[in-house]
């Protein structure tokens, strides 16, 4: 059976799975000012951290209705059916849009939408557990049954430099209690329940490191497991070599760097692991 996956650019899959998978990605719109960019198509990574540490400030709007309905139409001449998994709906209208864009589509072709309660590598963690099931074989209700039953098993965490971003972007949910009591404190946020919420308050960048690791040992040996950065690719290492050992056959974690859609909510200096648990 020819299944296809689809994820949005908030997934921040690094292209080597992309490419190994053929998976198709969804890209979020990103602005700034009245000028409007494609995420990681028309503007990358490090273009944008450049433009936002020169003081602009950048937003972003979810991919079109039509845009979905065109890219369904697209895969359901060659595939038999499609998962399509996207950015956690409370935090982003991108679920919806793609939700209503099937419904748009006239096809023998069953499209299956899941709203992922994740964002950057929890996305990537569940496109990993749809095209793992693909490879084995499933059919699309199987695949699509394995990857909700995997959702409460993602976990991820992010340590931020600041929350002005994320502040700015309306998307603090219950991380908004940190505000006003952090004063020389580095965020740790938890993605839960599709929302973002404090996790801990470390007092330096290198506690907050540690607390990375340290939260990531605690739920023992891993599925798979992701690092992401949005720009100092240094700091992972040592993060990567902690983590190896829970993995399966002490494997180097995943590396992924947060593009342009997720950085403009993380911002620079931003640090995230992505974990499915057992």
Same mark, same amino acid.
């Not at 006003?180 to 404090?198: A, Q």
């Given at each position: 059976?020819?299944?296809? &996956?689809?994820?949005?650019?908030?997934?921040?899959?690094?292209?080597?799975?992309? @490419?190994?998978?053929?998976?198709?990605?969804?890209? /979020?719109?990103?602005?700034?000012?009245?000028?409007?960019?494609?995420?990681?198509?028309?503007?990358?990574?490090?273009?944008?951290?450049?433009? *936002?540490?020169?003081?602009?400030?950048?937003?972003?709007? *979810?991919?079109?209705?039509?845009?979905?309905?065109? +890219?369904?139409?697209? /895969?359901?001449?060659?595939?038999?059916?499609?998962?399509?998994?996207? *950015?956690?709906?409370?935090?982003?209208?991108?679920?919806?849009?793609?939700?209503?864009?099937?419904?748009?589509?006239?096809?023998?072709?069953?499209?299956?939408?899941?709203?992922?309660? =994740? #964002?950057?590598?929890?996305?990537?963690?569940?496109?990993?557990?749809?095209?793992? #099931? &693909?490879?084995?074989?499933?059919?699309?209700?199987?695949?699509?049954?394995?990857?909700?039953?995997? &959702? $409460?098993?993602? =976990?991820?965490?992010?340590?931020?430099?600041? /929350?002005?971003?994320? =502040?700015?972007?309306?998307?603090?949910?219950?991380?908004?209690? +940190?505000?006003?009591?952090?004063?020389?404190?580095? $965020?740790?946020?938890?993605?839960?329940?599709?929302?973002?919420?404090?996790?801990?308050?470390?007092?330096?960048?290198?506690?907050?490191?540690?607390?990375?690791?340290?939260? #990531?040992?605690?739920?023992?040996?891993?599925?798979?497991?992701? *690092?992401?950065?949005?720009?100092?690719?240094?700091?992972?290492? !040592?993060?990567?070599?902690?983590?190896?050992?829970?993995?399966?056959? @002490?494997?180097?974690?995943?590396?992924?760097?947060? !593009?342009?859609?997720? !950085?403009?909510?993380? !911002?620079?200096?931003?640090?995230?692991?992505? +974990?499915?648990?057992?």
């Amino acid at each position: 059976m020819n299944i296809k &996956i689809v994820v949005d650019s908030i997934s921040d899959m690094p292209s080597e799975l992309i @490419n190994k998978y053929g998976i198709n990605v969804m890209p /979020l719109i990103v602005r700034f000012g009245e000028d409007e960019y494609k995420d990681g198509v028309e503007l990358k990574a490090d273009d944008f951290y450049k433009r *936002v540490a020169s003081g602009e400030w950048p937003a972003t709007s *979810v991919p079109a209705i039509g845009e979905f309905a065109e +890219l369904y139409k697209g /895969l359901s001449n060659e595939a038999d059916g499609i998962i399509s998994i996207h *950015v956690s709906s409370k935090l982003s209208g991108t679920y919806n849009s793609a939700v209503q864009g099937a419904a748009h589509v006239q096809s023998d072709s069953s499209i299956k939408v899941v709203d992922s309660k =994740q #964002a950057s590598m929890g996305i990537g963690m569940l496109a990993l557990v749809a095209a793992k #099931a &693909i490879e084995n074989g499933d059919d699309l209700e199987t695949v699509y049954s394995k990857v909700n039953s995997a &959702i $409460p098993k993602v =976990q991820c965490f992010a340590l931020l430099d600041t /929350l002005e971003y994320l =502040q700015r972007g309306g998307r603090l949910g219950k991380g908004a209690a +940190l505000i006003g009591g952090l004063l020389n404190f580095k $965020p740790i946020l938890r993605l839960s329940d599709g929302e973002v919420h404090p996790f801990a308050r470390p007092r330096s960048r290198r506690k907050g490191i540690n607390k990375l690791v340290e939260t #990531a040992m605690e739920f023992g040996n891993l599925q798979e497991a992701a *690092v992401m950065y949005s720009t100092d690719s240094a700091e992972t290492s !040592g993060i990567i070599e902690s983590l190896s050992s829970l993995t399966p056959d @002490n494997t180097d974690p995943l590396l992924a760097r947060m !593009g342009p859609g997720l !950085g403009t909510h993380a !911002g620079p200096g931003a640090l995230g692991i992505a +974990l499915l648990t057992n």
